[in-house]
């Protein structure tokens, strides 16, 4: 198993036609994803990389029954479409869009409220299942199928993890981008439930960062509800407060967006914590042979 | 992004917001002659994007027009160093003269997007004129909170329970109560991520009126405001990341460390500095090189590092997967053909194209070090920076 998405996935790529959404749905093609269907206004009708084209997310899911959509949407009009998504009931809705005013989001997480859609993102890299799965812009080739399951705010941070384990030959369930801005539609502790339930994901490695207090809210599902082993790495320690590092939600402000604040309240929940960047797989591999 | 007091004081106004009468100033003779319109009592501050001005010398008080002449040249063209600056301070090049006010309260009020409720949240204290931080430290229950639903808006029985809460009198209340409708509408119209009053004041005449204001304005917002956009003072950033974003580098942060970091991703970005100093050096900067589709940000990258003095090598770690290790690889070919670099590179490369990124690298003429994983190349770079060979 894995969460999310897998090989019964028949994904919708909303801004398909434009330089980013085919670039990337052609990859995912390639990975073996489903893609049934692509949204451009205005472009209903034809065709791309194979795949129907229509002028909206209603019709696309009549017509096609897709029940995930990746979106590549410009920032301004991100919402819009996110928004169309959750209208037409699709239930997970991938965001990959950078730069969406918090606004806008806002009302987004407002009209959410009381629809069963899923939201991951925006500003990320999207999600994998290896070996069925692709859903988003990283390189298929360096994940494995297996049983750890990644939750990260940072993309490429979260390649450079998956590459260190799959190199350890220590493969993954499902590796989540949540995404680096301050109101992603999925939390840590909405994906760390995710893993806990999933029979086939046996750890777990969160990749935290500066900025808010996500992490401190995972720490305390992981004391309460996990019984699953949880790695964690917080980047940022040597980030100077006040700054944006990037990511719109990576600035320090207050305390609790420390990076050691984090990192102790990850460990007092009884998270193994990675000591730099470049030892999460080999923390895992320990992890993992303690607990075997 | 940030504008000065005067701005955010003149777009409270322009949204119905009490504030001192007062106009900015750019010379001494300026302040002179509105201290003069103003009569009476005047309060010069320096206009600076910092917090902490008077503790710093920043805001003065003068009793006549000369006066207020005189302690305007003793600010302006100066560079004013608070708690909240670098070192060497952020120069003073305009002043706000404003008429003096007698106050009798001080009060505190804000809007932010909260993260975790995901809405706009209202917050009013009785405790103004400090730092609001240390009011939730101190005394949490202080600090009264109301949530925004963005759907209905700001609501009059919100505007009470706050107002009643600061323990202002019922003919303040109605008052108070606009005046916070009219914040909320001016921080939805604008985008702000901040929009503070600290203090927001009641007179001895017990009107209620803004005697500081700090707006912050939400930079993925801007392209729908070009009337702020223009407002930002350059003059108060660090000029490498002036420079850095005029050459079309965005994400550029200057650090005090003395290795140039190119990097794509926030994250692995800020996990390359962690890295780094864990190697025992430190990073000049952070850089997210983001989606790279040609070259020209790499090339401009390394026109950031060369005019940097304090960079001694540069360290360049690329994880492709959006971002094409190919196209960064020639990046730092090109550069080195347009300029004379002698900066110690030492590179790193994974993920998408990178064996062309490889053999572009290779074939140039190019002198690097080239480093096989993550903490190798954190190392080779804090070693090459410190002029020792790898």
């Known amino acids: 198993m894995s969460i999310l998405i897998d090989k019964k996935t028949r994904l919708l790529v909303q801004g398909i036609t434009g330089g980013e959404g085919s670039f990337h749905t052609q990859r995912c093609i390639e990975y073996g994803t489903r893609v049934v269907a692509g949204v451009t206004p205005g472009k209903g009708g034809s065709e791309t ?171 305390k599902f992981i004391k309460e509800k996990m019984t699953k082993p949880v790695v964690a790495f917080v980047a940022g320690a040597t980030a100077p407060p006040g700054r944006r590092m990037g990511h719109a939600g990576a600035i320090i402000s207050g305390s609790s967006g420390r990076a050691s604040e984090k990192i102790a309240a990850l460990a007092a929940a009884g998270a193994t914590i990675a000591p730099s960047p470049a030892e999460i797989g080999t923390t895992v591999k320990k992890v993992l042979e303690t607990n075997s | 992004m940030k504008i000065h007091e005067y701005q955010a004081k003149a777009l409270l106004s322009e949204f119905g917001i009490p504030v001192p009468k007062g106009a900015v100033a750019s010379t001494p003779a300026e302040a002179k002659s509105i201290a003069a319109e103003l009569t009476g009592k005047v309060a010069i501050k320096a206009q600076v994007y910092a917090g902490g001005r008077g503790k710093a010398g920043g805001i003065k008080v003068s009793n006549t027009p000369e006066e207020a002449e005189k302690l305007a040249g003793q600010i302006l063209g100066t560079r004013l160093v608070t708690r909240q600056t670098a070192p060497e301070g952020v120069p003073v090049s305009k002043v706000l003269v404003e008429k003096a006010v007698s106050v009798q309260r001080e009060l505190y009020l804000s809007i932010i997007v909260d993260n975790a409720s995901r809405m706009p949240a209202m917050m009013a204290s009785e405790a103004g004129g400090m730092d609001i931080e240390e009011v939730a430290r101190v005394s949490p229950e202080k600090i009264l909170k109301v949530y925004i639903d963005p759907a209905s808006g700001f609501q009059a029985f919100q505007g009470r329970k706050l107002a009643y809460g600061m323990n202002l009198s019922p003919t303040q209340v109605r008052p108070a109560t606009r005046l916070m409708t009219n914040l909320y509408q001016l921080f939805q119209a604008k985008d702000c991520s901040l929009a503070e009053i600290n203090p927001l004041v009641v007179t001895a005449d017990g009107e209620i009126l803004a005697l500081d204001a700090k707006l912050n304005f939400d930079d993925n917002a801007l392209f729908r405001h070009s009337d702020i956009e223009q407002l930002h003072d350059v003059e108060q950033e660090d000029p490498l990341e002036v420079k850095a974003n005029e050459l079309g580098v965005k994400n550029y942060i200057k650090m005090d460390g003395n290795i140039g970091c190119m990097v794509n991703g926030a994250g692995l970005a800020m996990a390359v500095m962690d890295l780094i100093t864990k190697a025992g050096g430190r990073p000049a900067n952070f850089l997210d090189i983001g989606t790279v589709n040609n070259t020209d940000r790499v090339v401009a990258a390394f026109k950031v590092f060369t005019t940097d003095p304090s ?48 053999r572009i690298l290779a074939q140039s003429k190019i002198r690097f070090i080239e480093a096989t994983n993550f903490y190798d190349a954190a190392r080779k770079a804090v070693a090459a920076a410190k002029g020792e060979r790898n």
Not at chain 1, 76 to 89: M, V
């Open chain 1, 49 to 219: 990389l194979g795949v129907p084209v229509f002028n909206t997310v209603e019709t696309a899911v009549k017509k096609t029954g897709a029940n995930a959509s990746l979106i590549f949407v410009p920032a301004a009009f991100a919402a819009d479409a996110i928004l169309e998504a959750a209208d037409a009931g699709i239930p997970l809705v991938v965001c990959i869009t950078e730069g969406i005013p918090i606004l806008d989001m806002v009302m987004v997480h407002n009209y959410l409220k009381d629809k069963s859609t899923r939201l991951i993102g925006p500003n990320c890299p999207g999600l994998i299942s290896p070996g069925k799965c692709k859903a988003g812009l990283m390189a298929g080739e360096i994940h494995l199928p297996g049983n750890v399951g990644v939750v990260s705010r940072s993309g490429t941070l979260t390649y450079e993890t998956v590459a260190q384990l799959t190199g350890l030959g220590i493969g993954q369930s499902t590796c989540v981008g949540i995404g680096g801005d301050p109101l992603p539609g999925s939390t840590f502790v909405d994906i760390l439930e995710l893993f806990q339930k999933d029979k086939d994901t046996r750890s777990v490695v969160l990749i935290g960062e500066i900025g808010g207090t996500a992490e401190q809210e995972a720490a």
């Open chain 2, 311 to 358: 960079v001694k090598a540069v360290l360049v770690n690329i994880f492709g997967g959006i971002a094409r290790v190919d196209v960064i690889a020639q990046g730092i070919v090109e550069a080195h053909q347009q300029m004379d670099i002698r900066l110690p590179l030492v590179v790193r490369l994974a993920g998408t194209n990178v064996d062309e990124g490889k």
